[in-house]
């Protein structure tokens, strides 16, 4: 395949499922002769220096978080004049519907949009982004060549909203499988560094404290599995995770599981965690494709989660479903997991690491990325033989 350029366009880096799986797609499309650039519409961020040093150019825009800036167009348009890509791939709302217009300026290169956020409920969504998504429906009949849904319940509820169905496809997160492996000594390690029992069951949850990631939710069902296994241990990690939040402390003091519970924060090694966990919980109220889910089921962890976004589909057979804002379904689901033995959730963990390679290896998920790109591509040198000269 010959050399293509790609231009992408997201709204920010930082640690984010859909600023994450760019730096994945970067890493995993060098062999399919793909050259990247990145335009980011916010400056700084810990994914920039992620993809700066696979030897991609990141470009800031210098817009403010909340701040609508209308020459913002102009200047991405400029850029996109300087890099004369072949396709221009934008990542969430604001960056949709900024790279659109910007890539009609610049001479209507093919632009293919990237939606990652199964929740359109203007109820829980900042008013900025529910009209920009609103307005991006109206116009993906007009400004994108294809839209990429980086699940199957993205496309159900944007399809719902108004997007142009005909125009999208649904490419889930992919996943490392050399990276993510589980490490035994890491994980044993961290459970002594964590007082924990080698033999103890741990239960993990890896979120930052957000609303749509429930933490209550969790604890409550914490409480309901404490009472059933004495010996099990929880442990905690992300964002806003620490012992001086009291969104978390309160309620773990109410619910008296303080000396059950162990709150890690951001932690830079995350394999260490899978690796020491037994069981993965998810319990979000709402979600698009779980990046957690996958990470750890290709480290072998089986998962509790609860039915939101793609989890039931990405779980499978190899893991168990409770219904959102359940706690007691979901301490079910968990104790479920941890009623088995340990050949037996061994078993079970290798089903779901076999279960990622086979829909979810990011190898695979880049190639189609490429095939989009070449489509997109090929559209377009077809409409312009047509064209008169």
């Known amino acids: ?23 994945k797609l970067i890493k995993a499309t060098r062999a399919e002769g793909l050259q990247h650039s990145v335009c980011s519409l916010i400056d700084g961020g ?19 978080q909340g701040v609508p800036d209308p020459t913002a167009v102009v200047r991405l348009a400029r850029w996109l004049r300087q890099e004369r890509p072949d396709v221009v791939q934008s990542w969430m709302y604001h960056a949709d519907l900024l790279a659109g217009i910007a890539a009609l300026a610049a001479g209507r290169i093919p632009v293919v949009w990237g939606i990652h956020h199964s929740d359109v409920d203007p109820r829980t969504t900042k008013r900025l982004t529910h009209w920009t998504r609103l307005l991006c429906a109206r116009l993906s009949g007009v400004l994108p060549a294809r839209i990429v849904c980086g699940a199957g319940s993205v496309l159900q509820s944007h399809a719902r909203l108004g997007y142009r169905a005909d125009r999208m ?41 957000h609303p749509d990631k429930d933490h209550p939710n969790f604890l409550q069902a914490a409480s309901l599995m404490a009472r059933e296994r004495p010996d099990v241990t929880f442990v905690l990690t992300g964002s806003g995770v620490e012992w001086s939040n009291p969104v978390l402390a309160g309620p773990i003091d109410e619910l008296g599981l303080r000396e059950r519970v162990r709150l890690l924060g951001v932690v830079p090694d995350v394999l260490a965690v899978l690796s020491a966990i037994d069981v993965l919980v998810l319990s979000s109220r709402t979600e ?24 039931r589909e990405i779980v499978g057979e190899t893991g168990r479903i409770a219904p959102p804002r359940d706690p007691a379904g979901l301490a079910r689901a968990v104790l479920e997991l941890l009623a088995l033995t340990r050949d037996e959730r061994a078993a079970l963990g290798r089903a779901a690491r076999d279960r990622v390679r086979t829909r979810y290896e990011i190898g695979a998920v880049g190639r189609r990325y490429a095939e989009v790109y070449a489509e997109v591509c090929a559209s377009r040198g077809a409409m312009e033989a047509r064209a008169p000269t």
């Open 1 to 23: 395949m010959s050399d293509r350029r790609v231009a992408h366009v997201i709204s920010s880096l930082g640690a984010g499922g859909a600023e994450m799986m760019l730096h």
């Open 288 to 311: 698009a494709f779980p990046n957690v889910l996958g990470e750890a089921m290709a480290c072998g962890v089986p998962c509790a989660a609860t039915d939101c976004g793609d989890a």
């Open 169 to 209: 496809t649904v490419i889930p997160i992919g996943f490392d499988l050399e990276r993510f492996a589980s490490d035994p000594e890491a994980g044993a390690s961290l459970r002594r560094e964590l007082s924990i029992p080698g033999g103890a069951p741990v239960v993990g949850l890896l979120a930052r404290v």
């Open 46 to 64: 810990h994914v920039s220096s992620m993809i700066e040093a696979e030897g991609v150019r990141v470009t800031g825009l210098g817009m403010r």
